[in-house]
């Protein structure tokens, strides 16, 4: 389970990171307002009582959005036959409405298209302050499983230890077969102190499938943190491309600058992504104006976005770390470098979101989420769906987690500090 956000306005956005969870879901936007079209009325007929209508009926589609023909009176005549034969009454006709949305974006059968009723639409947006409650992990769907991404640092899903990769199978004893990202996040966010028990799938572990109780809390990200390492290497985590992501990020460069660092870090592991132009601005720290993206639609680059930032760390030696919860907005930026050969990419191959999606707000307060493009290296490499090789693949296992071993950091200062070997074709710092 997306998300990375162009704040063109507040009502748009365009995103790059998958679905960030438990409380929200990420992925490359593009948002705007939706203005309401003025539309005839007709009242809901049947044999049950009503004294609602429904506004925006009789008019004739413009022809180049449907092309076939598509009876759809039948839409009214089950939406007639439910709300005469369903066995508890009386029935939301608004529910009606906003599950009849939901199935018709469900029908592309994209993990990243959705439509948000209303209060989905408001806890969505609260996410993207990085506030919420839940559990505080970012999920996906990969190969049609739901998917732990990362759990976010000192989280109550991190405590608990859930892991990358963990397959979500169940929550509340639900069978999640077949759920969104959106549906997941339903259920397993909720108010703070209540629990959600979520049963999980893990490869090669002695016990594979096993339950976790864990308690929901508010989750607050502070999605920039940096530090200074021995032999003048600076070490700049990012955990989200959230909306304090971009001035957390200029504060961490312009304090390392000022070091004149021998080389740096960028840890970029667990993270699910966010703001487009933040990571339009941290890929320009080393790539100054050049190109940090490429947007395909239906075979056809459409667009190409450059770096933002001021080119601080050009010529600084860099290592990125990355591994399976790194995605979308983390992808564009260590792609980026990459193709550059400005940074050493060190860890595990990354989760491979690589769609844009357009978020639109709707004038009753619902959105709409779909896919329209999707983003590739400056290069032209795909990664949606297959993911970012590393340089240099380094597992860190269960086994290093539990006794707080860190192979991926330790390999990434020695190629920095000159006492560990980097591989042949090293980009670091060309």
Do not use: C
């Amino acid at each position: 389970m997306i998300q990375i956000l162009s704040k063109q306005n507040k009502a748009h956005y365009r995103f790059a990171l998958p679905l960030l969870i438990i409380g929200v879901v990420f992925g490359i936007f593009i948002g705007r307002a939706w203005t309401q079209a003025q539309a005839s009325t007709l009242p809901i007929s049947g044999s049950y009582s009503a004294s609602g209508t429904v506004v925006g009926i009789g008019q004739t589609p413009p022809s180049d959005i449907v092309s076939q023909d598509v009876e759809f009176r039948q839409f009214w005549d089950i939406w007639r036959l439910l709300k005469d034969k369903y066995y508890k009454q009386p029935i939301s006709d608004k529910e009606l409405f906003y599950g009849a949305m939901q199935g018709l974006a469900a029908g592309l059968n994209d993990p990243y298209t959705h439509y948000f009723p209303p209060v989905d639409a408001e806890e969505f947006q609260k996410a993207l302050s990085g506030k919420f409650s839940g559990i505080g992990a970012e999920i996906g769907v990969r190969n049609d499983h739901l998917t732990i991404i990362a759990p976010l640092p000192e989280s109550p899903a991190e405590k608990s230890g859930v892991k990358s990769g963990d397959l979500i199978t169940a929550v509340d004893s639900v069978d999640t077969t077949g759920w969104s990202v959106e549906e997941a996040v339903s259920k397993i966010r909720g108010e703070k102190g209540t629990d959600v028990v979520l049963s999980i799938y893990r490869e090669k572990a002695d016990k594979p499938s096993f339950d976790v109780t864990i308690m929901r809390d508010e989750i607050q990200i502070k999605s920039v943190k940096s530090e200074e390492l021995d032999h003048g290497i600076i070490k700049i985590d990012v955990t989200n491309f959230n909306e304090d992501t971009r001035a957390g990020f200029d504060t961490a460069v312009r304090d390392a600058a000022q070091k004149n660092p021998k080389g740096i870090i960028l840890d970029l592991r667990g993270n699910p992504g966010g703001f487009l132009d933040t990571a339009l601005f941290m890929a320009g720290e080393w790539v100054g104006e050049d190109v940090v993206v490429k947007e395909r639609r239906q075979g056809e680059i459409v667009e190409t976005l450059k770096g933002t930032g001021h080119g601080r760390f050009a010529g600084i030696s860099t290592v990125v770390l990355v591994n399976g919860g790194s995605a979308s907005a983390s992808e564009i930026v260590a792609g980026a470098l990459q193709d550059y050969g400005l940074a050493m990419i060190v860890g595990e191959k990354t989760f491979g979101k690589g769609s844009v999606q357009d978020y639109v707000n709707l004038p009753d307060g619902s959105a709409l989420k779909v896919t329209i493009a999707e983003w590739l290296t400056p290069k032209e490499h795909t990664i949606n769906g297959t993911g970012l090789e590393p340089d240099l693949v380094i597992e860190r296992t269960t086994a290093d987690y539990e006794q707080q071993i860190d192979p991926q950091l330790d390999r990434a200062i020695g190629i920095l500090d000159g006492t560990a070997p980097a591989p042949a074709k090293d980009k670091a710092g060309e």
